[in-house]
């Protein structure tokens, strides 16, 4: 007679809460596709703006499909960055030279293979290889990347440009069902991945330390995205724990996420790069008729402070490493 061991249960109910979490996780981006909004009632207020003087002009991609816009879902994020003193400019043409001259920092966030997330096609490349060089180049030369790419199908849409900086997309969905790393609290599941000081996996680094006490790090929150792993050198900020797994829905099929993660920083040549597995942490989102909030605006978290950190160390203001 089959006899059923305490690993082999756990995992059918590991299975069984994958399923019913990518059911739950389905169900809100199809009402997040049609409800999904920035959150008009966040506070982007900046108490201490890091540029007063001089302004970094920063470049938020819109010409590739891109799930995210400084004028759309990432208006809080655009309005944060401006509030600190940066230049903001929507990017509304492919990359070129000429596109990317006199830019401090790119900003791409969920570009797409298409116009809709739904549609065929959108885990197809959201670039050509001549616009993937002409990013790598610009970086190399001094540039510094912010690139973002969240769950499936987004992950496979940008792979063609993470590959030009060795960044690995899992281009599944991520979870950790570990009570420790997860916000399961009002709303939350096992993709909404909590990094604390606490639980270990928020990694040391002057993205998390920020320029005094007053900016540290203390807890970010992801909101159901996917892994990375990072080139050799870089820094792993957002670490995953040995708990948390990739799942891919099209083969119904995990494998082990341990050793990723969903944030990362490197230097590549004169330039810098920061690469994130998921989207909703860089801004402020409200979705459902309850206006579930999921973001920076998601209370408990250090995700605004994140934000500007991320920038702050990206136009060089944390060059301290």
Known sequence: MFRLTKKTIKRILLGFSVVFAMFIVGAAIWVRGQLQ????????????????????????????????TAGGRYKPFATLLSNDGYQVVPNMEKFQST???????????????????????????????AECDEVRDWVRDGGSLLLIADHAPIGGANEILSKRFGVEMSKMHTFDFDKA???????????????????????????????????????????TGQS???????????????T??????????????????????FRFGKGKVVALGEAAMMTAQVTGSNKLKFGMNREGNDDKQLALNVMHWLSGLLDRE
Request: hydrophobic fraction near 40%.
């Open 37 to 68: 909004e920035a959150d008009p009632s966040f506070d982007a207020k900046v108490v201490r703006p890091a540029y007063t003087t001089v302004h970094p002009k920063v470049l938020i991609d819109e010409a590739h499909n891109n799930f995210h």
């Open 228 to 242: 990375l792993k990072g080139p050799e050198g870089s820094a792993a900020f957002l670490r995953l724990a040995d």
């Open 181 to 223: 790393h997860a916000d399961l609290k009002n709303g939350g599941n096992a993709g909404w991945i909590i990094y604390s000081h606490e639980n270990g996996l928020l990694g040391d680094h002057p993205i998390t330390q920020g320029r005094d006490a007053t900016e540290r790090i203390n807890s970010v929150t992801a909101f």
């Open 99 to 129: 596109a990317l001259k006199g830019y401090d920092v790119l900003v791409i966030a969920n570009a797409l293979g298409a116009a809709f997330i739904f549609l065929p096609g959108a885990d197809k490349p959201a670039f050509t290889e």
């Open 244 to 265: 948390a797994v990739d799942y891919d829905d099209k083969t119904n099929k995990e494998v082990s996420a341990a050793g990723r993660s969903q944030g990362i920083a």
